[in-house]
């Protein structure tokens, strides 16, 4: 969860923290402050919450099961994510504004069936055109067929899936060209066309 400075962050994160100073120290007020939140069942609102849930968990439940046992920090295994679906890189990255043609999408933990928001900015509103498509290769491809550039819109795009908590930051970027294209010369044309749907959906803020 990204945090907002009008919103303090829930208490779980707090607690993780917790958790974590009182598996260095060995302290049982903390282990009890930490357990105190752990113990209410916390409802996640995306995918950084559950990771951050978890985490807070597997400690607790550590600690009761061993409550002697020194816990010690471990470096993180090399490539290891939170389990968030989002998309790194589109290839190709930039096209015709007449759109109909191939894009792939490359990410992480894309569910089977993703809608990928493709947002378009038209002055101070965006214009967000949803499409379905369906993810492969252990949820990192997806493919969709680009769609018409909305009428004033801004060359650069912003692509994320649904489920990617930092929207409309850290999106993977688009650009439609400023002349025409024949997008039948990107090698990304190649092959079936993907099977997708899309709906296109203005709100006011960027």
């Not at 303090?8 to 923290?17: C, E, K, R, S, T």
């Not at 010690?72 to 504004?97: F, K, N, V, Y």
Request: proline residues 9%; contains cysteine; aromatic residues 6%.
């Amino acid at each position: 969860m990204a945090e907002d400075k009008g919103q303090p962050l829930p208490a779980y994160y707090a607690a993780a923290a917790v958790a974590c100073l009182a598996a260095q120290s060995g302290r049982e007020d903390l282990w009890r402050s930490a357990s105190s939140v752990a113990d209410r069942k916390p409802r996640p609102q995306d995918c950084i919450d559950r990771a951050v849930i978890a985490f807070l968990q597997r400690l607790v439940t550590t600690h009761r099961r061993y409550p002697e046992a020194q816990l010690l920090p471990q470096p993180s295994r090399a490539g290891a994510t939170i389990a968030c679906p989002r998309i790194m890189e589109i290839s190709p990255d930039h096209g015709s504004s007449k759109g109909g043609y191939r894009l792939t999408l490359v990410g992480a933990h894309l569910p089977s069936t993703v809608t990928v928001h493709f947002v378009m900015y038209v002055d101070d509103r965006q214009v967000d055109v949803r499409i379905r498509a369906r993810s492969s290769h252990g949820g990192t491809r997806a493919v969709i067929t680009a769609p018409e550039r909305a009428a004033g819109a801004a060359a650069d795009v912003i692509v994320y899936p649904d489920g990617w908590p930092m929207a409309p930051l850290n999106g993977a970027p688009f650009t439609f060209d400023e002349t025409s294209v024949d997008p039948s010369s990107s090698a990304s044309r190649s092959g079936g066309e993907p099977n997708t749907t899309a709906a296109a959906t203005p709100t006011s803020s960027r």
